[in-house]
Every structure is written in structure tokens, then in C-alpha cells.
């Protein structure tokens, strides 16, 4: 069983619908949890750090359930450019990022 | 431009031959890591340098990988008699170091080195 686990899409919805992302972990150790954005043949940059208490940064919202091992994304109001893939990110005591493989949402007119 | 830097940013080669990729990190990030990413699949941890000393390595680095940081700055990964199964990117990453402020523990990564073993 993988460490971090994410449904891979494709999710494909219109310009200004509301898309959520969900993601497990398997070890209840982890420590910090983060989404990252990758856009097409490109590489992975932070979107947001996810923290227990929930948090916010405009139109994304991320959510932690640490009891259930269970890390949410949502976007409001989706924007063309908010098609990407979406990396639900897990850090252990270790030094490395443990990544899923990632959600592809492709946001139409 | 002072993100991570890699080079080159594809290579193709020939099963069996070698091949050493390059990343220059954010200047005074003391921490580096290089991963790994196939396609459909999200980035795979493959080494942890903190200044020049090598202090994690994946299983996934098998004996024809190495990876040096001589001076704690730039790096190197090798891959030795490359196979097709090496076919991938190679991604780079730096953090600042551990006190250094809010966000020490992300991880900024380089465009990538894309390699076709033929």
C-alpha cells in the first residue's frame, strides 16, 4: 500500500464550480502535510501548507483529519487556470516529501 | 532568476552509458534533495544532502546511482550503464536551513532534468 493515497482524476468542471480533493496517509506519524501544484511537464510548487485547526489562502482551503489519516483540498470558484495536478504531500521525521500521484483537474469554459 | 537551477534539462543516451546531471540550489539553502518522478506517478525520494554530508538515501538509489555535494553547494547525480527503466526526471530541491525562519521545511525544486535512456 502506497504511503499517500489520491483519487487521479481526471476531475474535469466548469469555470467557477467548486472542485474538492481528498487524500489519505498511511502513517500516523507523519508530521506535516502539504499540497503542491504541478502544471503540465513542469515541476512541483507548494500551493499550501495544511495544518490541523484547517486554513485558508482565497479561493483554497485545506483541511487535516488527523484521526482518520485524511488531508483535503478544496478550490471555490475554479479559474481555467487552476487546471493542473494537485500533489497531496506527507512528511514523516524523515527529510523527504512522500507524494501521491496526484489529482488532474482540467477546468473548462 | 535565483530558484534552483538543473542542467541540462533533457538528455538522451544510450542504454549502458552514463550520464551526470547538475543542480545549483538556492544560493545559501544548506539542504538538497533529489527525487525522482516516472510518468502518472508523483515524485519519488531518491537522496538528502545538509551541506556536503549524504544524510538520507532511498532504496531507490541502487548501487549504479551516486550523488555528491563536494562543497555544499551545487550537486551532481550519476547514473552509471543507465538502463530504460532510468528513464524519467530527475527533480531537484533546496530548503534553508532548520531556525531560518517560517517555511523551513519547503522544499523548492529546479524545472527538472528529463532523461530517455534509448
Known amino acids: 500500500r502506497k504511503e499517500v493515497e489520491q483519487d487521479p482524476g481526471p476531475f474535469n468542471v466548469p469555470e467557477g464550480a467548486t472542485v474538492a480533493f481528498n487524500c489519505t496517509y498511511s502513517?500516523?506519524?507523519?508530521?506535516?502535510f502539504f499540497w503542491y501544484r504541478q502544471d503540465c511537464r513542469k515541476e512541483p510548487k507548494l500551493l499550501m501548507s495544511v495544518y490541523s485547526s484547517g486554513n485558508e489562502d482565497g479561493r483554497f482551503t485545506a483541511q487535516l483529519n488527523r484521526a482518520s489519516q485524511y488531508i483535503s483540498l478544496l478550490i471555490r470558484d475554479s479559474k481555467l487556470s487552476d487546471s493542473a495536478t494537485y500533489l497531496c504531500?506527507?512528511?514523516?521525521?524523515?527529510?523527504?516529501?512522500?507524494f501521491g500521484k496526484g489529482t488532474s483537474l482540467l477546468v473548462t469554459p | 532568476d535565483t530558484g534552483v537551477s538543473q542542467d541540462p534539462r533533457h538528455k538522451i543516451t544510450k542504454r549502458g552509458q552514463n550520464v551526470t546531471f547538475r543542480c545549483d540550489p538556492i544560493s545559501e539553502h544548506n539542504r538538497l534533495y533529489w527525487y525522482r518522478q516516472t510518468l502518472g506517478q508523483g515524485p519519488e525520494f531518491l537522496t538528502y544532502f545538509q551541506n556536503e554530508a549524504q544524510l538520507e538515501k532511498s532504496r531507490l538509489l541502487s548501487d549504479r546511482f551516486s550523488a555528491e555535494r563536494p562543497k555544499g553547494s551545487f550537486s551532481t547525480l550519476e547514473i552509471q550503464r543507465t538502463e530504460q527503466g532510468d528513464s524519467a526526471m530527475y527533480l531537484c530541491?533546496?530548503?534553508?536551513?532548520?531556525?531560518?525562519?517560517?517555511?523551513?521545511?519547503?522544499?523548492?525544486f529546479g524545472p527538472g532534468t528529463r532523461l530517455l535512456v534509448l
Open positions: 504531500v506527507v512528511k514523516n521525521s524523515g527529510y523527504a516529501l512522500n
Open positions: 530541491a533546496s530548503s534553508p536551513r532548520m531556525g531560518s525562519g517560517p517555511g523551513p521545511e519547503t522544499q523548492y
Open positions: 502513517n500516523s506519524a507523519s508530521q506535516s
